[in-house]
């Protein structure tokens, strides 16, 4: 296996960075990490903690890295968006070499991923962690409006903080949040968007003359029945209207408007408009296309992966890592801090010639931000079974509390800079080893 370049090797060779010469880089890579996101920088540095030795190159185009949930917090005036971003470079371990592309295909029987300049680098194990696409353009008008108009959206960097600015900007008149099909990421992100605003309008009494719609593509509140009577008491608190089975496929930010797909209880399918002053969307989410152009998808277009050892199940040198896979837990990024552990003990087992042993049990969290000050903290892992990281007696869970804030605002960005991303894995009841 060697690194070609199909376009010459110079373009190839800038494109590195890391201590790694570009002669070094020529060689295949003990391990190539796709997506340096959460998963991916987190994995390089776990790792590395097994076995200092490893030749890592990880891929991806973007310089930025972004502690997503925080986003939330960004759109209810909780946070800064610059606290939510870092340069990717100085979030690395110096053997790791970086490669700025995009990965445009994998051709797993050649051990090989092609870059997007045609570039081809090699690799022995390969990490898939390029996250999921968030698809703006499946909302007809969405793109030409967002920013603008009252039109908004936690799910990007640059947005977040014009939803805090429209929600102090809102005295009166209406404000939908939307929730697209299943999945998405962090499922709970729509309604804690709304929570936010709400409490804020609750706060500056101008709750009564704002009428807040849920519109929801999906049939429930939240997918585990434990946490729904809490979250339904919060609705209920704020006046909050819950159009289930609305799907938005339509916007016009200038005439301030929205159309949605409304399948009633029978199956008929209808289109219907509604008027907003603010509209939250939380946008179309789908597979990245080079999954299953690569042939390494489900027939959904996701990753194809065991469940619990996170081995591709096709390809014996493959792991999935983070939203990108096939599994049924929640993505979030709770859940890619106990998948990451998992997936560097069963590469190192892989490269020793043993079978993995390390399992993923499903845990994912999503702390939901019913008002400023107090989180309702829904964790469960596969079948929603809900498995608390906190002992009974603190009362976190079903129940909003001031310690789950406390935890979603200073403890989880600390534990994700610091400890997760750099490889220190706490509560992820796969301890590291060297090998
Ligand atoms: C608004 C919002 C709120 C959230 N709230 C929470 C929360 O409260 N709790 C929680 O646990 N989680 C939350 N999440 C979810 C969490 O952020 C994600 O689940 C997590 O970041 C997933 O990690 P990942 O590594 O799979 O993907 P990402 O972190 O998205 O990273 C994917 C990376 O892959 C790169 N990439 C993509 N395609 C390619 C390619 N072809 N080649 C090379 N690189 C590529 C991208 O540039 C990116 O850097 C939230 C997310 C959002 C948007």
Not at 234 to 245: H, P, Q, R
Not at 334 to 361: C, E, F, L, T
């Amino acid at each position: 296996m060697e690194t070609n370049n199909s376009n010459g090797s110079k373009e190839f060779e800038d494109s590195i960075s890391g201590s790694q010469t570009s002669a070094q880089a020529n060689l295949p890579f003990d391990i190539v990490i796709v997506g340096a996101g959460s998963g991916g920088v987190a994995v390089s540095s776990s790792l590395l903690k097994r076995n200092g030795n490893l030749r890592i190159a990880l891929v991806d185009p973007a310089t930025k890295h972004y502690y997503q949930p925080g986003w939330t917090m960004v759109g209810g005036g909780v946070f800064s968006a610059k606290s939510t971003e870092r340069e990717t470079h100085k979030l690395l371990d110096k053997r790791v070499s970086q490669i700025h592309q995009f990965v445009s295909k994998v051709e797993p029987d050649a051990n090989s991923v092609i870059l997007q300049d045609g570039s081809v680098v090699s690799y022995d194990q390969l990490v898939m962690s390029p996250g999921l696409t968030l698809n703006w353009g499946a909302i007809e008008g969405l793109e030409d409006t967002l920013g603008k108009n009252g039109v908004t959206s936690n799910y990007r960097y640059d947005l977040a903080p014009y939803t805090w600015e429209l929600v102090q900007n809102t005295k009166h008149g209406k404000a939908i949040f939307t929730q697209p099909p299943m999945p998405i990421k962090c499922a709970g992100a729509p309604q804690k968007a709304l929570y936010l605003s709400a409490d804020h309008w609750l706060k500056n009494q101008c709750l009564d003359n704002i009428d807040i719609e849920f519109c929801n593509a999906g049939g429930v509140l939240f997918g585990v029945p434990a946490y729904v009577s809490g979250l339904q008491s919060y609705m209920d608190k704020y006046g909050v209207s819950l159009s289930y089975n609305h799907n938005l496929i339509k916007v016009d930010g200038e005439a301030k408007k929205a159309w949605f797909n409304l399948t009633d209880a029978e199956g008929n399918k209808s289109e219907i408009c509604k008027d907003f002053d603010m509209l939250h969307v939380c946008p179309v989410q789908q597979p990245p296309a080079f999954i299953s152009e690569s042939g390494l998808s489900d027939q959904a277009g996701w990753l194809s992966v065991d469940p619990f050892s996170l081995q591709h199940t096709q390809y014996e040198n493959i792991w999935g890592l983070g939203d990108v896979m096939n599994t049924t837990n929640a993505k979030t990024m709770a859940a890619v801090r106990k998948q990451v552990p998992v997936v560097a003990k069963n590469i190192i087992s892989a490269r020793a010639g043993q079978a993995p042993s390390a399992k993923y049990d499903g845990y994912g969290s999503c702390p939901l931000t019913v008002e400023r000050g107090k989180i309702i903290l829904a964790e469960f892992c596969y079948g929603g079974r809900v498995a608390p990281s906190f002992p009974d007696w603190l009362n976190v869970g079903t129940k909003p509390t001031k310690l789950a804030w406390w935890l979603k605002s200073v403890a989880l960005p600390f534990v994700y800079w610091n400890m997760m991303l750099k490889g220190r894995e706490l509560m992820t009841n796969c301890p590291e080893e060297k090998v």
